[in-house]
């Protein structure tokens, strides 16, 4: 009898299993992976997480299909998030610990190999003699040089593997304080938030076609991992709470920025252009700008390059003011009168609406035409006759 349990300590684990009675092929081919520690087959990244229904259904199935009695016991209950994380981060210690133990047993078995390969190249003759072909010398030179090649070769995988092994143990070693960095909560939240965001629209939709949980077991399963983003959210947010109302590491914000000074992303320096709300403008040596998001930034500098600006501390060099903004129209025949819209009439007294501010309105124009014509010669131009009248010829000259 094969029983696959889920528990938040334990995580999805599968207990029945021997060596050789053919579940390996399949719990592989499901994604399940071998303990060594515990003993078991297990799912990756199963602990203090919400289970994952359709691979658990997925593996039971296929094992029954290979003729093996299979039973599921889950529980969906979630524990409260300071112990999760709690017991998350001993394990990230213990980790640490024992690739450090590895790294040190690498690096002796690397000493080692070294001294294998000083003492086989200590055998060869001085002076990089040749080898004597057909002297009975030749056999064992020849074996003292493959000895000589077998060990150095040994010797550069063991720096190797005492590398990789260094390598990983530093990682572990500072996983838990890179979790907990500011930028990367930060980022962590976000990244929650917009998870949690998706599951709601899929979970509205579902509700809005008629589907329950019990007839659903995709919304089963997002039922289950909202409760589980909340919970990290609500326990990363705390956290970055905490941060910042201690003299703990803080993020830089807008409040600390302003145009002009640098700042420092991966190592590189840049020049901020403008401050935005959730990035900082930045120049480039090209023809365009970047941006940076405020989690991205490590370091600051004040416009001389030299003062340091830390996160949360603001400035003492004070910001220009804003210039006060015209007054908004609060109704709406206010915005959309033309007294709004157009400059009024150039003449005093006049308010009527012009398009030109150095031009008189059309009503000013026609009261004033007849008083700004000039004066003209009635001799020059003749009186005007009418259609019915016809103008005299012109008397004959003696």
């Not at 394990?91 to 450090?100: E, F, H, I």
């Not at 074996?143 to 590398?163: G, I, N, Q, S, Y």
Request: glycine letters at 4%.
């Amino acid at each position: 009898m094969l029983t696959i349990t889920h528990t938040p300590t334990e995580g999805t684990i599968i207990d029945g299993t021997s060596k050789g009675d053919g579940t390996a092929p399949i719990l592989k081919t499901a994604g399940w992976k071998w303990g060594r520690s515990i003993t078991a087959w297990y799912i990756p990244h199963s602990r203090d997480r919400a289970p994952h229904l359709a691979r658990i259904e997925h593996t039971a199935a296929a094992l029954r299909a290979a003729g093996y009695d299979v039973e599921t016991d889950i529980d969906t209950t979630l524990r409260d998030g300071t112990d999760a994380h709690h017991d998350r981060n001993e394990r990230l210690t213990d980790r640490a610990a024992a690739l450090t133990a590895k790294a040190e047993r690498k690096a002796t078995a690397a000493d080692a190999a070294h001294a294998r390969h000083d003492h086989a190249c200590a055998a060869l003759p001085e002076g990089g003699e040749p080898i004597k072909v057909g002297h009975h010398s030749e056999r064992r030179h020849r074996r003292a040089l493959d000895r000589a090649h077998t060990t150095a070769r040994a010797a550069v995988e063991a720096d190797a593997a005492a590398r990789s092994a260094a390598e990983s143990a530093r990682i572990a070693a500072r996983s838990t304080d890179h979790r907990y960095t500011p930028a990367v909560i930060h980022r962590r939240i976000e990244r929650q938030s917009a998870e949690l965001r998706r599951i709601e629209r899929h979970l509205i939709k579902y509700r809005a076609a008629g589907r329950t949980t019990e007839t659903s077991s995709h919304m089963h399963q997002l039922e289950l991992n909202k409760a589980e983003l909340e919970r990290d959210i609500e326990y990363w947010t705390a956290v970055r709470a905490e941060q910042d109302a201690t003299d703990g590491p803080k993020l830089y914000r807008r409040a600390d920025l302003r145009p002009g000074c640098f700042v420092n992303c991966s190592g590189t320096w840049h020049k901020v252009i403008r401050v935005n709300a959730k990035s900082v403008t930045v120049a480039t040596a090209y023809s365009w700008t970047d941006r940076l998001p405020y989690d991205k930034i490590a370091d600051a500098r004040a416009e001389d390059a030299h003062t340091p600006i830390r996160p949360g501390q603001y400035p003492t060099i004070r910001r220009p003011r804003p210039r006060p903004r015209p007054p908004v129209p609060t109704r709406r025949e206010d915005a959309m009168s033309a007294e709004s819209l157009f400059a009024e009439c150039i003449i005093p007294g006049c308010t009527q609406p012009v398009t030109d501010e150095l031009t008189p309105c059309q009503t000013c124009r026609t009261i004033s035409d007849p008083c700004c014509k000039k004066p003209t010669d009635p001799r020059a131009t003749p009186p005007p006759t009418s259609q019915n009248e016809t103008q005299a010829p012109p008397l004959p000259t003696a």
